[in-house]
């Protein structure tokens, strides 16, 4: 998954979701490192399944309920002329393989975004979610990251809270 992100410009949203059983989404943004600014963005479907069915299998926590990748416009304005579609590759447990569905775009953005998400179910402590960040980050979570995102954890764990946000720093050059 780390090689879909680009690393000066993810973005870690944890939230709380209030429904029948309490759970925790994690959603994690960036920049899509295969994006040609200003392009239609063509991605191999069925090598992005693979990859998504390859790292569920990695995950060994079992509070991992449904995980989710697609593409988002980045600086867009939508005239529906030349209308396309991306996938959307998803797997919940309970499933061997991931199932591949499609957004549909009605202009060609500036960029593109990877969005990965992920629920899990409700936990109080940290662990599997940082397992998962990690995994799907690789080295680009850095230890700074990881300590910000301990500590914006903690009050979501304890319930004090329902949003957790991290930004990444971006480098200067």
């Known amino acids: 998954m780390e090689r879909n992100f680009e690393k000066d410009h993810i973005e870690i949203n944890v939230a709380r979701i209030n429904g029948e059983e309490q ?7 960036s920049d899509f490192t295969g994006s040609n600014r200003k392009s239609q963005l063509y991605v191999n479907e069925d090598r ?8 569920w299998k ?3 926590t079992k509070k991992l309920v449904a995980m989710n990748v697609s593409f988002g416009e980045v600086d867009w304005y939508d005239d529906e002329v030349d209308v396309y ?3 959307s590759v998803s797997i919940k447990r309970g499933l061997k393989r991931a199932r591949v569905g499609y957004h549909s775009h009605g202009s060609v953005p500036k960029e593109w975004s990877f969005d990965f998400t992920a629920r899990f179910k409700d936990t109080s402590t940290s662990t599997p979610i ?3 960040v990690k995994a799907a980050l690789g080295h680009k979570f850095d230890a700074k990251m990881e300590k910000e995102l301990k500590k914006v954890l903690k009050p979501l764990l304890q319930k004090t809270q329902k949003y957790a946000n991290v930004y990444a720093e971006e480098a200067e050059y």
């Open 58 to 60: 990695s995950i060994k």
């Open 130 to 132: 940082m397992e998962v």
């Open 85 to 87: 579609h991306t996938p």
């Open 48 to 55: 992005l399944a693979r990859e998504v069915e390859r790292f």
């Open 23 to 29: 759970e925790i989404s994690l959603t994690i943004s």
